[in-house]
């Protein structure tokens, strides 16, 4: 592992330390509302300062002074880390904690001494987040089942789950908070009674060792995508590479800017799994308690087998490793590419009415205003789409493949008025079970007695819709890497990232600069869920779409939000050996004055006469080629207030939706768009944000397509 990042940073705090170290304390006073019973007061101390100033922690001072960050001989020991400047989030057990865990490991001793480094290594590691330029997390960020944003020093996030029995907070499962908010000079420590230790098992061991995911496990093995997700955890021909830790000069608009380079490519999927009794409801079987019986499991595939093939088909019957196989179909279903937590299934940012509180790079997950949804493309060769949508209301449970109507009148407030298809709840735990895998996470559908299939209902009802999709969802190895509107180490805004690191931006030219930026806070800025790609230089790349779920006529666009540093491209639309231009190309430099709004009809709803003038406006931006964003979106100001609809703070250009085209598509035929520079110009930045494919049904239907 490259540790390049690791070490300069520790330089750089050292230093800082010396010059910072009279004006650092004090600052950033805590002001959560908490049950002071259990929390202390602030301390001038750093955090290995306290923690080897107490003698219950003692067994933390001895591996803190051990354990290296990096794995360069002249590294610095953690405990020269945790003294300078930073902010840091520890999690720490008392040596009572400790010793119960190194007696897990080592039967006839309970002696910290007797830790080999590696263990050593994987307690202080896990139990330690560097939250770089951030403030380290407190007690309020422990108010919401899922993970923590940032990882750990191991490059695990940490799971929280709030126990309705005892009311305690948990991390990882099993460590229960003892007290919290203890403020040091850089950062907090929280006390648990038990030490972190993130499991190293895999997705698919997970399931096979949790005693109510027997079906599942049977499925992963007979279909042989065990063997698929136990094999996929990091690309190690990247790790063969040596990155440096940033590049600058990668776009003109910000020359002196870093851009961080991932300096490892990690990989890994996510389950979506039913228990053992939805299953038993399901398919109408009794399935006993205990191993699974040869005849049960005769049973379970027999059932199975004919709700599959219904939806799926007959091809490859009896085959079931091969990727037409209908039960091979169904389990890939229930996968997805890339190492998803709960809290990245969807994404909240700066949908209507949603404020994201005092934090822009660590919103809030308390306080929701509308449904908010993504899409994603399963595993296997067909990858189908799937829908994730996180309800406003109750504990803000997630569902698969839910559809509601909403109030989406141009005076509405987009909150549900009926829902269509209520979906698969899924659980962000499972119970005594860990569901924190090494190279992912799995998901329990434990309600109801319904499958996850991609049935008729998904098909024509769920997916027969704007899908609108961030083109981060896309791409798993940006969500796998812990980047998804998250800095990255903490520290970076912005990444660059080497040709090839994603799988579905395909035949990139060498001259093409990836990259990906954030918001922390910016008002101007006017994102679809707070980031955006800047395809920067000489650029020419493919991208690869996700399947339309039936045949049909498709509208294609893709958000817009110009400025003069914005690049042209070319784009071309069709199968990959049959690409064709979409139509002129689509320069977004245009509109740093009135010109632009004048030359493709566009007038503030504000400025109309009437509902009809708004109308008719909306099909004089149409024949252009163009559309309004949408209301659903707002400014990036943290408040959820201003839809770009009307929008144009930004260079006084609206935000806009550029028809790409529409074609027929076919359910199952894999689509590409290629974007290629028009400019010969290095200086270039194509930016790209979200895309909408639309069907005809919507753009052109009976009613009119709504604003949101």
Not at 399 to 407: I, M, T
Not at 695 to 707: A, H, L, Q
């Amino acid at each position: 592992m490259n540790n390049k990042f690791s070490i300069n940073k520790l330089v750089t705090r050292c230093l800082g330390s010396l010059l910072l170290l009279g004006v650092l304390f004090g600052m950033n006073s805590c002001k959560d509302e908490v049950d002071t019973s259990n929390m202390f007061t602030a301390t001038e101390q750093s955090i290995f300062e306290y923690i080897d100033s107490v003698p219950e922690y003692s067994s933390m001072a001895y591996i803190f002074r051990q354990v290296k960050l990096g794995e360069k001989t002249d590294a610095s020991p953690l405990s020269s880390v945790l003294a300078a400047y930073g902010n840091y989030t520890c999690f720490l057990p008392n040596d009572s904690a400790v010793a119960e865990y190194v007696k897990t490991l080592h039967k006839d001793t309970t002696d910290v001494h007797y830790l080999s480094y590696d263990e050593m290594k994987q307690i202080a590691y896990s139990c330690i987040i560097d939250n770089g330029t951030s403030t380290a997390y407190t007690y309020s960020n422990f108010q919401t089942d899922g993970s923590l944003p940032l990882s750990n020093l191991a490059d695990r996030q940490l799971t929280v789950k709030r126990d309705t029995t005892d009311k305690g907070i948990y991390i990882n499962g099993t460590s229960k908070l003892t007290s919290w908010n203890i403020k040091t000079s850089n950062g907090y420590i929280h006390t648990v009674n038990a030490v972190i230790s993130p499991s190293t098992s895999s997705v698919s061991e997970l399931v096979a060792e949790a005693g109510n995911m027997r079906v599942m496990a049977y499925l992963l093995e007979l279909t042989g995508w065990y063997t698929t997700i136990d094999n996929t955890d990091y690309d190690h021909e990247y790790e063969e590479t040596d990155h440096e830790e940033y590049e600058t000069q990668v776009i003109s608009s910000q020359p002196n800017t870093k851009f961080a380079i991932p300096q490892r490519r990690y990989l890994g999927y996510t389950l979506f799994s039913e228990t053992d009794d939805v299953y038993a409801r399901a398919l109408g079987i009794t399935i006993p308690d205990g191993e699974l019986s040869d005849d049960t499991k005769k049973e379970i595939l027999a059932a199975l087998k004919v709700k599959a093939e219904s939806v799926y088909g007959t091809a490859e019957e009896g085959n079931y490793k091969a990727a037409t196989n209908a039960i091979n179909r169904y389990v890939a279903y229930h996968l997805l590419p890339g190492r998803f937590a709960y809290n990245d299934l969807v994404r909240h940012y700066n949908e209507y009415g949603y404020s994201w509180g005092s934090d822009a790079v660590n919103p809030q997950l308390q306080n929701f205003s509308v449904d908010v949804w993504d899409y994603y493309c399963t595993a296997g060769q067909d990858r189908y789409l799937l829908k994730t949508l996180q309800v406003p209301s109750g504990e803000h449970e997630i569902y698969l493949n839910r559809k509601s109507e909403y109030n989406d009148e141009r005076d509405g407030d987009y909150q549900e008025v009926r829902n269509v298809v209520p979906g698969l709840l899924i659980s962000a735990d499972n119970g005594e079970y860990d569901n924190n895998a090494s190279n992912g996470m799995y998901f329990p559908i434990s309600t109801g007695d319904k499958l996850l299939m991609y049935d008729w209902d998904v098909k024509n009802r769920v997916l027969n819709d704007r899908l609108r999709i961030d083109l981060v969802a896309m791409l798993p190895e940006l969500i796998s890497n812990n980047l998804r509107g998250k800095k990255y180490k903490g520290t970076y805004n912005y990444e660059v990232f080497p040709v090839g690191f994603f799988d579905n931006i395909i035949d990139e030219s060498e001259e093409t600069n990836v990259t990906y930026l954030i918001n922390t806070g910016s008002a101007g800025w006017r994102d679809y869920q707070g980031d955006e790609f800047l395809f920067a230089g000489l650029f020419d790349f493919t991208l690869k779409l996700p399947p339309v779920p039936v045949d049909g006529t498709y509208e294609i666009r893709m958000g817009t939000s110009n400025n003069p540093n914005r690049g042209m491209a070319q784009i071309y639309f069709g199968e990959y050996n049959n690409m064709k231009p979409t139509g002129l190309p689509v320069d977004l430099r245009v509109g740093a004055t009135q010109e632009f709004r004048n030359s493709i009809s566009w007038v503030a709803d504000a400025d109309a006469t009437d509902e009809n003038d708004i109308i008719q406006n909306d099909k004089n931006i149409r024949n252009q080629g163009w559309m309004k964003a949408p209301y659903y979106i707002t400014v990036c100001n943290g408040k959820g207030d201003s839809p770009l609809r009307d929008d144009i703070s930004g260079y006084s250009t609206p935000c806009m939706r550029k028809i790409i085209g529409t074609a027929d598509m076919k359910a199952g035929v894999q689509y590409y768009l290629r974007f290629k520079t028009c400019l010969n110009d290095p200086t270039s930045e194509f930016f790209v944000d979200y895309f909408e494919i639309v069907p005809k049904s919507i753009y052109n239907g009976v009613d009119p397509e709504d604003i949101w």
